[in-house]
Nanobody
Framework: QVQLVESGGGLVQAGGSLRLSCVIS????????MAWFRQAPGTQREFIAR???????SYAESVKGRLTISRDNAKNTVYLQMNSLKPEDTAVYYC????????????????WGQGTQVTVSS
């Protein structure tokens, strides 16, 4: 059974940093394309960052230069380093495993973590 577990969320002041982690089990992690999404209250889940099996990355325009996705295949873990955080970054952050289709749409990701709350105060 595939499971994803996020950690690292919390409350931080604007301009601060957090690092989120997502451990995946029950899956051949090195073969998985992984991504981070976020969802603020009353909004749709939105794509943040994606990392391929080879380590190639892509980002939403709103987070480029501030957030960095990375992976450690030996630890079955994907990370999201978040710097220069803004109040508008407040959301629940989810990691997800991409299915068979190359995509940044939530519907094309077949396994999700439970989410971790990030709150940025002004």
């Amino acid at each position: 059974q595939v499971q994803l577990v996020e950690s690292g969320g919390g409350l931080v002041q604007a301009g601060g940093s957090l690092r989120l982690s997502c451990v995946i089990s029950g899956s051949a992690f090195s073969s998985n394309v992984m991504a981070w999404f976020r969802q603020a209250p009353g909004t749709q889940r939105e794509f943040i960052a994606r990392i391929s099996t080879a380590g190639s990355t892509s980002y939403a325009e709103s987070v480029k230069g501030r957030l960095t996705i990375s992976r450690d295949n030996a630890k079955n873990t994907v990370y999201l380093q978040m710097n220069s955080l803004k109040p508008e970054d407040t959301a629940v952050y989810y990691c997800a495993r991409q299915g068979s289709r190359r995509s940044i749409l939530p519907r094309d990701y077949n396994y999700w973590g439970q989410g971790t709350q990030v709150t940025v105060s002004s």
